[in-house]
Protein backbone atom coordinates (compact mmCIF):
# COMPACT_ATOMS: atom_id res chain seq x y z
CA UNK A 1 0.00 0.00 0.00
CA UNK A 2 3.08 2.40 1.10
CA UNK A 3 5.01 1.47 -1.66
CA UNK A 4 2.05 1.95 -4.42
CA UNK A 5 1.48 5.40 -2.93
CA UNK A 6 5.40 5.91 -2.75
CA UNK A 7 5.45 5.04 -6.84
CA UNK A 8 2.52 7.39 -7.53
CA UNK A 9 4.64 10.24 -5.52
CA UNK A 10 7.45 9.47 -8.04
CA UNK A 11 5.40 9.62 -11.13
CA UNK A 12 2.58 12.12 -10.27
CA UNK A 13 5.34 15.01 -11.19
CA UNK A 14 4.50 14.32 -14.45
CA UNK A 15 8.31 13.55 -15.79
CA UNK A 16 9.35 11.00 -17.07
CA UNK A 17 11.96 9.25 -14.43
CA UNK A 18 13.47 5.55 -15.43
CA UNK A 19 11.78 2.42 -14.85
CA UNK A 20 14.64 0.70 -12.65
CA UNK A 21 14.63 4.33 -10.35
CA UNK A 22 10.99 3.97 -9.91
CA UNK A 23 11.86 -0.10 -8.77
CA UNK A 24 14.39 0.65 -6.77
CA UNK A 25 12.74 3.71 -4.94
CA UNK A 26 9.90 1.03 -4.30
CA UNK A 27 12.37 -1.59 -2.96
CA UNK A 28 14.24 0.71 -0.86
CA UNK A 29 10.90 2.46 0.41
CA UNK A 30 9.77 -1.40 0.87
CA UNK A 31 12.93 -2.37 2.75
CA UNK A 32 13.11 0.93 4.92
CA UNK A 33 9.39 0.15 6.51
CA UNK A 34 10.55 -2.90 8.33
CA UNK A 35 14.33 -2.06 9.06
CA UNK A 36 15.37 -0.79 12.73
CA UNK A 37 17.09 2.14 10.95
CA UNK A 38 16.79 5.36 12.79
CA UNK A 39 14.66 7.77 10.80
CA UNK A 40 14.50 11.27 12.23
CA UNK A 41 10.13 12.01 11.98
CA UNK A 42 10.34 14.81 14.16
CA UNK A 43 9.89 17.42 11.29
CA UNK A 44 7.29 18.15 9.51
CA UNK A 45 9.05 18.07 5.96
CA UNK A 46 10.45 14.94 4.35
CA UNK A 47 10.96 13.39 7.31
CA UNK A 48 7.58 13.53 8.56
CA UNK A 49 5.64 9.90 9.07
CA UNK A 50 3.88 10.31 5.92
CA UNK A 51 6.54 10.43 3.75
CA UNK A 52 8.74 7.60 2.47
CA UNK A 53 11.31 6.61 5.03
CA UNK A 54 14.61 7.04 2.62
CA UNK A 55 17.70 7.82 4.45
CA UNK A 56 19.23 8.82 0.66
CA UNK A 57 18.16 12.32 -0.36
CA UNK A 58 17.42 10.82 -3.98
CA UNK A 59 18.14 7.94 -6.03
CA UNK A 60 17.86 9.95 -9.36
CA UNK A 61 20.73 8.81 -11.52
CA UNK A 62 20.23 11.79 -14.04
CA UNK A 63 21.08 15.16 -13.81
CA UNK A 64 18.22 16.40 -11.92
CA UNK A 65 20.66 19.35 -10.88
CA UNK A 66 21.26 20.95 -14.46
CA UNK A 67 17.91 22.51 -14.16
CA UNK A 68 18.25 24.49 -10.81
CA UNK A 69 21.59 25.40 -11.85
CA UNK A 70 20.82 26.68 -15.43
CA UNK A 71 18.34 28.38 -13.14
CA UNK A 72 20.33 30.05 -10.85
CA UNK A 73 23.25 31.50 -13.00
CA UNK A 74 20.47 33.13 -15.54
CA UNK A 75 18.21 34.86 -12.84
CA UNK A 76 21.71 35.66 -11.06
CA UNK A 77 22.87 37.13 -14.09
CA UNK A 78 19.68 39.10 -14.28
CA UNK A 79 20.05 40.22 -10.98
CA UNK A 80 23.42 41.53 -11.06
CA UNK A 81 22.67 43.24 -14.66
CA UNK A 82 19.69 44.75 -13.24
CA UNK A 83 21.63 46.12 -10.32
CA UNK A 84 24.25 47.68 -12.01
CA UNK A 85 22.04 49.32 -15.02
CA UNK A 86 19.31 50.81 -12.54
CA UNK A 87 22.41 52.18 -10.27
CA UNK A 88 24.69 53.33 -13.19
CA UNK A 89 21.72 56.21 -13.71
CA UNK A 90 22.58 57.23 -17.41
CA UNK A 91 22.71 56.16 -21.20
CA UNK A 92 18.87 54.90 -20.68
CA UNK A 93 17.44 57.72 -23.19
CA UNK A 94 18.25 58.67 -26.72
CA UNK A 95 15.30 59.88 -28.49
CA UNK A 96 12.79 58.38 -29.40
CA UNK A 97 13.95 55.43 -26.81
CA UNK A 98 13.91 54.93 -23.55
CA UNK A 99 15.16 52.22 -21.51
CA UNK A 100 12.26 49.34 -19.93
CA UNK A 101 14.47 49.55 -16.63
CA UNK A 102 13.75 53.88 -16.69
CA UNK A 103 10.47 54.45 -17.72
CA UNK A 104 8.31 56.36 -16.73
CA UNK A 105 11.45 58.88 -15.59
CA UNK A 106 9.70 60.33 -12.52
CA UNK A 107 13.26 62.00 -10.74
CA UNK A 108 13.79 65.87 -11.61
CA UNK A 109 17.16 64.61 -12.49
CA UNK A 110 16.12 62.37 -15.20
CA UNK A 111 17.93 62.78 -18.96
CA UNK A 112 16.10 65.30 -21.33
CA UNK A 113 13.41 64.49 -22.90
CA UNK A 114 12.45 61.30 -21.13
CA UNK A 115 8.83 60.43 -21.06
CA UNK A 116 7.36 60.75 -17.20
CA UNK A 117 3.91 60.25 -18.12
CA UNK A 118 2.44 61.91 -14.69
CA UNK A 119 5.16 64.42 -14.09
CA UNK A 120 8.47 65.01 -11.75
CA UNK A 121 6.63 63.58 -8.81
CA UNK A 122 9.86 62.91 -7.10
CA UNK A 123 12.94 65.45 -6.68
CA UNK A 124 16.70 65.06 -6.79
CA UNK A 125 18.24 63.11 -3.87
CA UNK A 126 21.55 62.09 -2.79
CA UNK A 127 22.66 59.71 -0.77
CA UNK A 128 26.14 58.39 0.12
CA UNK A 129 27.39 60.86 -1.99
CA UNK A 130 25.33 59.61 -5.42
CA UNK A 131 22.68 61.06 -6.73
CA UNK A 132 19.80 58.24 -6.26
CA UNK A 133 19.04 57.29 -9.96
CA UNK A 134 15.58 57.02 -11.08
CA UNK A 135 14.84 53.58 -11.86
CA UNK A 136 14.81 53.18 -8.02
CA UNK A 137 11.58 54.87 -7.76
CA UNK A 138 9.96 52.45 -10.10
CA UNK A 139 12.04 48.97 -10.51
CA UNK A 140 10.34 47.97 -6.98
CA UNK A 141 6.61 47.28 -9.02
CA UNK A 142 7.87 45.03 -11.88
CA UNK A 143 10.41 43.57 -9.41
CA UNK A 144 7.53 42.87 -7.00
CA UNK A 145 5.55 41.39 -10.11
CA UNK A 146 8.28 39.33 -10.91
CA UNK A 147 9.34 38.18 -7.70
CA UNK A 148 5.52 36.80 -6.34
CA UNK A 149 4.92 35.47 -9.63
CA UNK A 150 3.90 31.41 -8.93
CA UNK A 151 6.16 30.40 -11.96
CA UNK A 152 9.36 32.23 -10.80
CA UNK A 153 8.52 31.28 -6.98
CA UNK A 154 8.48 27.27 -8.16
CA UNK A 155 11.81 28.45 -9.49
CA UNK A 156 13.49 30.28 -7.08
CA UNK A 157 12.30 28.07 -4.93
CA UNK A 158 13.82 25.15 -6.26
CA UNK A 159 17.20 26.75 -7.52
CA UNK A 160 18.06 29.21 -4.73
CA UNK A 161 16.58 27.10 -1.74
CA UNK A 162 16.41 23.90 -2.59
CA UNK A 163 13.35 23.06 -1.59
CA UNK A 164 13.36 21.00 -3.07
CA UNK A 165 15.53 21.27 -5.65
CA UNK A 166 14.26 18.31 -7.80
CA UNK A 167 10.93 15.75 -8.15
CA UNK A 168 11.97 13.08 -6.21
CA UNK A 169 14.86 14.83 -4.48
CA UNK A 170 14.47 15.62 -0.87
CA UNK A 171 15.03 19.40 0.44
CA UNK A 172 17.59 19.72 3.36
CA UNK A 173 15.19 21.68 5.04
CA UNK A 174 13.43 19.84 8.30
CA UNK A 175 10.81 22.04 8.45
CA UNK A 176 8.07 23.08 6.07
CA UNK A 177 6.10 25.97 6.82
CA UNK A 178 5.11 27.07 3.31
CA UNK A 179 3.75 30.81 2.32
CA UNK A 180 1.63 30.63 5.51
CA UNK A 181 3.59 33.40 7.95
CA UNK A 182 6.36 36.18 7.20
CA UNK A 183 8.12 36.94 5.00
CA UNK A 184 6.68 34.54 2.30
CA UNK A 185 2.90 35.67 3.19
CA UNK A 186 4.02 38.45 1.14
CA UNK A 187 3.65 36.40 -2.17
CA UNK A 188 -0.10 36.65 -1.49
CA UNK A 189 0.43 40.35 -2.55
CA UNK A 190 0.65 38.95 -5.74
CA UNK A 191 -2.50 39.70 -7.24
CA UNK A 192 -1.25 44.10 -6.58
CA UNK A 193 1.71 43.40 -8.20
CA UNK A 194 -0.28 42.29 -11.01
CA UNK A 195 -2.62 45.01 -11.10
CA UNK A 196 0.72 47.33 -10.79
CA UNK A 197 2.51 45.41 -13.65
CA UNK A 198 -0.62 45.93 -16.30
CA UNK A 199 0.19 50.24 -15.37
CA UNK A 200 3.73 49.52 -16.40
CA UNK A 201 2.78 47.54 -19.96
CA UNK A 202 0.33 50.51 -20.58
CA UNK A 203 3.22 52.78 -20.20
CA UNK A 204 5.96 50.54 -21.86
CA UNK A 205 3.88 50.16 -24.75
CA UNK A 206 3.70 53.98 -25.49
CA UNK A 207 6.94 54.16 -25.25
CA UNK A 208 6.99 51.39 -28.25
CA UNK A 209 4.42 53.51 -29.91
CA UNK A 210 6.87 56.72 -29.59
CA UNK A 211 9.38 54.94 -31.20
CA UNK A 212 7.85 55.33 -34.88
CA UNK A 213 9.78 58.38 -34.51
CA UNK A 214 13.15 59.85 -35.71
CA UNK A 215 15.43 61.76 -33.51
CA UNK A 216 13.86 64.86 -34.41
CA UNK A 217 10.62 63.30 -32.90
CA UNK A 218 9.01 63.12 -36.08
CA UNK A 219 6.08 60.80 -36.65
CA UNK A 220 6.09 58.28 -39.43
CA UNK A 221 9.78 56.39 -38.82
CA UNK A 222 10.68 53.11 -37.75
CA UNK A 223 14.09 51.36 -36.84
CA UNK A 224 15.42 48.49 -35.04
CA UNK A 225 15.32 50.35 -31.52
CA UNK A 226 11.47 50.41 -32.83
CA UNK A 227 11.46 46.49 -33.30
CA UNK A 228 13.26 45.92 -29.86
CA UNK A 229 10.57 48.04 -27.41
CA UNK A 230 7.87 46.63 -29.75
CA UNK A 231 9.22 43.00 -28.89
CA UNK A 232 9.48 44.48 -25.36
CA UNK A 233 5.88 45.45 -24.85
CA UNK A 234 4.36 42.33 -26.48
CA UNK A 235 6.04 39.59 -24.49
CA UNK A 236 5.37 41.92 -21.30
CA UNK A 237 2.16 41.61 -22.44
CA UNK A 238 1.74 37.92 -23.22
CA UNK A 239 3.37 37.05 -19.71
CA UNK A 240 1.28 39.32 -17.87
CA UNK A 241 -1.55 38.16 -19.66
CA UNK A 242 -0.89 34.40 -18.90
CA UNK A 243 -0.71 35.29 -14.86
CA UNK A 244 -2.22 32.73 -12.68
CA UNK A 245 -3.75 36.16 -11.12
CA UNK A 246 -5.18 37.21 -14.54
CA UNK A 247 -6.86 34.11 -15.24
CA UNK A 248 -8.41 34.16 -11.92
CA UNK A 249 -9.15 37.78 -12.12
CA UNK A 250 -11.28 37.29 -15.58
CA UNK A 251 -12.76 33.64 -14.61
CA UNK A 252 -12.80 33.24 -10.77
CA UNK A 253 -15.13 33.88 -8.25
CA UNK A 254 -18.23 32.25 -10.39
CA UNK A 255 -20.42 29.79 -9.55
CA UNK A 256 -20.97 29.12 -13.39
CA UNK A 257 -19.65 30.23 -16.62
CA UNK A 258 -22.98 29.97 -18.33
CA UNK A 259 -24.46 33.34 -17.14
CA UNK A 260 -21.11 34.92 -17.62
CA UNK A 261 -20.27 34.02 -21.57
CA UNK A 262 -18.12 37.02 -21.95
CA UNK A 263 -15.91 35.73 -18.92
CA UNK A 264 -16.24 32.40 -20.08
CA UNK A 265 -14.49 33.44 -23.33
CA UNK A 266 -11.63 35.55 -21.86
CA UNK A 267 -11.36 33.04 -19.47
CA UNK A 268 -10.69 29.94 -22.28
CA UNK A 269 -8.31 32.89 -23.83
CA UNK A 270 -6.33 33.36 -20.84
CA UNK A 271 -5.98 29.94 -20.08
CA UNK A 272 -4.39 29.11 -23.20
CA UNK A 273 -1.94 31.68 -22.86
CA UNK A 274 -1.66 30.10 -19.48
CA UNK A 275 -0.20 27.12 -20.69
CA UNK A 276 2.78 29.07 -21.88
CA UNK A 277 3.41 31.10 -18.23
CA UNK A 278 7.05 29.51 -18.29
CA UNK A 279 8.05 30.84 -21.21
CA UNK A 280 6.81 33.71 -21.30
CA UNK A 281 8.33 34.59 -17.90
CA UNK A 282 11.57 33.77 -19.39
CA UNK A 283 11.66 35.27 -23.05
CA UNK A 284 9.93 38.23 -20.89
CA UNK A 285 13.21 38.64 -18.38
CA UNK A 286 15.74 38.12 -21.51
CA UNK A 287 13.43 40.82 -23.90
CA UNK A 288 13.75 43.72 -20.80
CA UNK A 289 17.12 43.02 -20.52
CA UNK A 290 17.83 42.86 -23.97
CA UNK A 291 15.91 46.14 -24.76
CA UNK A 292 17.67 47.72 -22.04
CA UNK A 293 21.01 47.05 -23.60
CA UNK A 294 20.04 48.17 -26.76
CA UNK A 295 19.10 51.77 -25.44
CA UNK A 296 22.32 51.68 -23.53
CA UNK A 297 24.33 51.06 -26.66
CA UNK A 298 22.63 53.80 -28.50
CA UNK A 299 22.36 56.16 -25.74
CA UNK A 300 26.79 55.64 -25.20
CA UNK A 301 27.14 56.12 -29.10
CA UNK A 302 28.29 52.32 -29.08
CA UNK A 303 26.06 51.29 -32.07
CA UNK A 304 23.55 53.60 -34.40
CA UNK A 305 19.96 52.72 -34.45
CA UNK A 306 19.51 51.83 -37.68
CA UNK A 307 16.02 53.60 -39.83
CA UNK A 308 14.45 51.35 -42.02
CA UNK A 309 12.24 54.35 -43.40
FE1 LIG B 1 3.50 34.55 -12.94
FE2 LIG B 1 1.34 35.93 -12.10
S1 LIG B 1 1.76 33.85 -11.90
S2 LIG B 1 3.07 36.64 -13.22
Not at 69 to 74: A, D, E, K, Q, R
Request: charge should be positive.
Amino acid sequence: MKTARFTRIVLSCGRFHPKKTVTRLALLGRWYETSPMAIDTSGNGVFSEGRAKLSARTLRTDKWWLQPLITVVVLFSFIVYATFRAFENGKYFAQPLISPFYSPCLSSNCQKGSPSFIGTIFGTYHLFGMTVSPSLFILIFPLAFRMTCYYYRKAYYRSFWMSPPACAVAEPHAKYTGETRAPLIIQNGHRYAFYAGLVFNVFLTIDAIGAFRNEKGQWGHMSIGTLVLLANATFLWLYSMSCHTCRHTVGGRLRNFSKHPIRYKLWTWVSILNHKHQNFAWISLFGVALADLYVRQVSGGSIRNLYFF
